[in-house]
């Protein structure tokens, strides 16, 4: 991918997902798919609101440059985070992909609701599963233009 932002010259990704399995799953397909970024994890929606708010053990964090955010978690569920990010203004602008195992139509409608950029149902094959996560870097770390990229304010540092 062509796009940087940080001093290693890669994109901040956030994943927040509490199944383990999932998240060597998800880095092993960014491998895989081409993706040249520097993926975090957090494991559910309140470490990721302190993530992104510098919060705790988070306090030395960049912003991510883009979420990808799953569904169904302990603690605060991935609804609860959107809700969430979308209400704080110096969040809100943070694009937000859910990646979740979800086809529910109830699910899709409320994450869009909430304002979700994009609703991702995770595939389960490897192979279609790597092809969707290339899709994703394609799209939002090459053609889109990612607010983290064109603010130049402090708080985004």
Not at 64 to 74: Q, Y
Not at 90 to 95: D, N, R, T, W
Not at 102 to 124: C, M
């Amino acid at each position: 991918m062509n796009a940087t932002s940080n001093e290693s010259g890669l994109l901040n990704i956030l994943l927040v997902e509490d199944n383990d399995d999932d998240v060597c799953l998800t880095r092993e397909g960014m491998t895989e798919a081409g993706i040249s970024a520097q993926l975090h994890h957090v494991a559910n929606g309140s470490e990721c609101m302190n993530y992104l708010r510098r919060q705790g053990r988070y306090s030395d964090r960049k912003r991510p440059d883009l979420v990808l955010l799953d569904l169904n978690m302990p603690v605060m569920d991935g609804r609860e985070v959107l809700a969430e990010l979308r209400r704080d203004e110096a969040l809100s602008v943070i694009p937000v992909v859910m990646l979740t195992t979800s086809s529910a139509h109830e699910d899709i409608e409320a994450a869009y609701r909430l304002a979700a950029n994009a609703y991702v149902i995770k595939p389960t094959s490897f192979d279609e599963f790597v092809l969707a996560l290339r899709s994703i870097g394609a799209f939002w770390l090459n053609v889109s233009a990612l607010p983290s990229r064109h603010s130049g304010s402090a708080s985004d540092a």
